[in-house]
């Protein structure tokens, strides 16, 4: 059984997700779909690569699996004008597709870094801007973007997937605040480390050439698998509670939702506090710039 939770059936929605070949995007397909709703679920390379997750999507009750290129302008506007086309709305729009890279900051070229922030910051916010037009329609929408972890805070030898993930944090908390009264929910999912596909790869940073100049240092990222490796072994994290916890933020009543859902048995303790002590002084932040309504 793909669900967990004990959830009661929901109204029906319109469901848009991207990144569903794997991982969380594929578990959350299912989990939705399971509920009753119309899944939207994006891909690449449908006919290629992805062609057995595509068909094995397509098969499942309540899932249209779309060919996606969340890099391109066109592909994405044609995405959600068919979705619109056959349902006329868009309740809810699933950022999960992700990319990591690993290795000393310094090892990423310019194209590592534009492959990142491409698949990891202006992807969702292609189809944010495509979506939002509808949602302010409707006066009615969810938004969920899935960050991690380290979107909260840089580690190092992540430091450049880090820095987009907090560029999508830093999208969906303003955002957050700007379309709430207009009936628009932004939500902010953050995983923490999980045996997923996406886990598992180990996509180095190109420049290898400069690991030299770094002596020690350069061992860490594998002390740092090991560590983690271990971790994984002893708490035996679960991707579908990633999965679980989007069902949830889209059963919960509209204005309801929080900002911010951690998903993280490892090192969630510590991102959940952070947390918390950025939450009291963003809202002192607010008032003194005459925003405190917004709260």
């Known amino acids: 059984m793909l669900i967990h939770l004990k959830i009661k059936k929901m109204s029906k929605k319109i469901v848009l997700i991207t990144g569903t ?3 969380f995007g594929w578990l959350a397909a299912h989990s939705v779909a399971a509920l009753g709703h119309q899944v939207y679920a994006t891909m690449r390379d449908t006919q290629g690569r992805n062609a057995d997750k595509a068909q094995a999507l397509a098969a499942v009750d309540n899932v249209t699996v779309l060919e996606v290129s969340l890099t391109d302008d066109e592909s994405v506007k044609q995405a959600v004008e068919t979705v619109l086309a056959k ?3 868009i309740d809810v729009l699933v950022n999960n597709a992700g990319y990591a890279m690993t290795g000393v900051a310094e090892s990423f070229t310019m194209a590592d870094v534009h492959t990142t922030f491409d698949i990891n910051v202006y992807a969702p916010w292609r189809l944010i801007k495509e979506v939002l037009p509808t949602m302010r329609k409707q006066a009615d929408g969810l938004i969920i973007n899935v960050t991690s972890g380290f979107g909260r805070v840089s ?3 992540a430091t450049i997937y880090s820095a ?3 560029a999508l944090e830093g999208i969906s908390e303003g955002l957050h605040y700007e379309v709430k ?3 628009i929910d932004v939500a902010i999912v ?3 480390a999980f045996p997923t596909e996406m886990q598992q790869k180990n996509n180095p940073a190109s420049d290898q050439s400069v690991f030299e100049g770094y002596g020690a ?5 594998n002390k740092m698998v090991a560590a983690l490796g271990g971790e994984m072994q002893t708490k035996n994290p ?3 509670d990633v999965a679980d916890a989007i069902v949830k933020l889209i059963g919960a009543p509209k204005g309801t939702r929080p900002l911010r859902t951690v998903v993280d048995p490892i090192t969630g303790q510590y991102i959940e506090a952070a947390n918390q002590a950025v939450a009291e002084q963003f809202a002192k932040g607010l008032a003194v710039f005459g925003m405190g309504e917004l709260l």
């Open 87 to 89: 349902e006329g709305i």
């Open 21 to 23: 070949n794997s991982g």
């Open 181 to 183: 009264r207009l009936g």
């Open 238 to 240: 679960n991707p579908q």
């Open 155 to 157: 580690f190092p030898f």
């Open 217 to 221: 240092i350069a061992s860490m990222p």
């Open 190 to 192: 953050e995983p923490g």
């Open 164 to 166: 987009s993930k907090f």
